[in-house]
Structures are given as C-alpha cells and as structure tokens.
C-alpha cells in the first residue's frame, strides 16, 4: 500500500510558476515510477509526466513539454512537478499516481492515486 499526498497548487497568474510536491508513505517509493496527471472542469483525466523509478528517464506530454519539470528523492520519498511559464489553460486539479510496472501515459496503468491539488491560473 502507498499513500501519496500532493501539496503546493495555488491561484497564480499566467507567466508565473509553481512547484507541486507529493509525499509518498511506505519504504517501497523507489520501487514506482510516479506519474502527474490533471484533470480540468468537465474534461478527462489527462496525462501530463512520468519520471522512471530511478529518475533516470522521464515522458512528457507535448502541451508542457519544455515548462514542466519532474524530479524525484528517493531518499525523502517525494517526487516534485516544477511548472514554469503557466498558462491559464493549465488550470485543473493535479494528482500524483504510483505505477510499478511501466512509465506508462496511461492512468489505468497506476495502482495508487493521491486526492489531489488544485492549480489555478488567471489570465
């Protein structure tokens, strides 16, 4: 079992930038890559990054390829989304899931889900 807590969504303005986090319990975090999805008002869920177990390899989905960052501490349990140059079309919740087997895009693909964050972004 992995519980996974996201922090540091906010109300920003276009342009601006922030950085989530997500704590994960348990000593097998290393075991997961960890992907962030967002899901906006009356849309899917989407894809927006994955990062390897090790960190090593990272996937990301072309609207935030070249903003966002994933970046992960295996030792503090953690896995970050640094997103820079936010756009309003940004705004949605942000949730962190847990995947053992692949660096999978897809959300069926991940075994543990946190609540998630919400990111606002005005124009």
């Known amino acids: 079992q992995v519980r996974l807590v996201e922090s540091g969504g906010g109300l920003v303005q276009a342009g601006d930038s922030l950085r989530l986090s997500c704590a994960a319990s348990?000593?097998?975090?290393?075991?997961?890559?960890m992907g962030w999805f967002r899901q906006a008002p009356g849309k899917e869920r989407e894809f927006v990054v994955v990062?390897?177990?090790?960190?090593?390899?990272?996937r990301y989905s072309d609207s935030v390829k070249g903003r966002f960052t994933i970046s992960r501490d295996n030792a503090k349990n953690t896995v970050y989304l640094q997103m820079n140059s936010l756009k309003p079309e940004d705004t949605a919740v942000y949730f962190c899931?847990?995947?053992?087997?692949?660096?999978?895009?897809?959300?069926?693909?991940?075994?543990?889900w946190g609540h998630g964050t919400q990111v606002t972004v005005s124009s």
């Open positions: 899931a847990a995947n053992r087997a692949t660096m999978s895009t897809h959300s069926y693909n991940y075994d543990y």
């Open positions: 990062i390897s177990k090790s960190g090593g390899d990272t």
């Open positions: 348990g000593r097998t975090f290393s075991l997961y890559a």
